[in-house]
């Protein structure tokens, strides 16, 4: 089976640091991805592991331990702008065949 | 580079009807999926084209199909539309293979059944 978990929501503080779990169960691995969607947009790419350990770019920062199927989104210096969905998606063993999570909506309060 | 369109951006049918939508990729990008989004139930896989053949395919009925032509442009339809097919129907490009080959999404089409 193909099973993918984050939660549903979060809210965190303007400035505040958030991270966003992702725990996944697939046949095939072949990367792992997260996009952020604002609102009534198209998801928008903001990272991609495929070896195990954290990826750095800018405030936005992406760990992969493949060993125990997780992943997590972190989030530093948030800004009201952050305010969106997070989608975590795992690429299977071909092509671009994508496995979605369903989502995490991220509040950023003042 | 122009980003990826798609045609119509909304579209209203009646249930038994079909329709078509349309995808033109980023210029260079030979790989398109598409995507179905329902507040329900995510954002689905449905299938994969390259090179104007299907690589993928998700777990969705044969109602819906799909093909891409020689210009990489690709385009969907679903027959025999259900009030469940309500959703946005997203297309994404990028390059063929390998690596942190994102996808870059277009707009998409919002489609409602009735």
């Known amino acids: 089976g193909q099973n993918i978990d984050q939660p549903t929501e979060m809210t965190a503080t303007e400035g505040a640091i958030v991270q966003i779990n992702c725990t996944y169960q697939?046949?095939?691995?072949?990367?792992l991805f997260w996009y952020q969607q604002h609102a009534g947009e198209a998801p928008t790419f903001l990272s991609y592991?495929?070896?195990?350990g954290l990826e750095e770019k800018g405030r936005f920062s992406s760990f992969l331990s493949r060993s125990k199927g997780y992943s997590y989104l972190l989030l530093k210096e948030l800004q009201m702008k952050d305010s969106a969905s997070y989608l975590c998606a795992v690429r299977k063993q071909d092509g671009q065949n994508f496995v979605f999570g369903p989502g995490t909506r991220l509040s950023v309060l003042p | 580079k122009a980003g990826v369109t798609q045609t119509p951006r909304y579209l209203i049918k009646t249930r038994g009807q079909q329709v078509t939508l349309s995808c033109s990729p980023i210029?260079?990008?030979?790989?398109v999926s598409w995507y179905q989004q329902t507040p329900g139930q995510g954002l689905q896989f449905l299938f994969e084209y390259f090179s104007e053949t299907q690589r993928n395919k998700g777990n969705f009925p044969g109602r819906f199909s799909g093909r891409q032509f020689s210009n990489s442009r690709s385009e969907m339809n679903v027959s025999t539309l259900e009030l469940g097919d309500s959703a946005l129907y997203l297309c994404?490009?990028?390059?063929?293979?390998?690596?942190?080959?994102?996808?870059?999404f277009g707009p998409g089409t919002r489609l409602t059944v009735l």
């Open positions: 697939t046949s095939g691995f072949n990367g």
């Open positions: 592991n495929v070896l195990d």
């Open positions: 994404a490009s990028s390059l063929p293979r390998g690596g942190s080959n994102e996808q870059f």
């Open positions: 210029s260079g990008h030979r790989s």
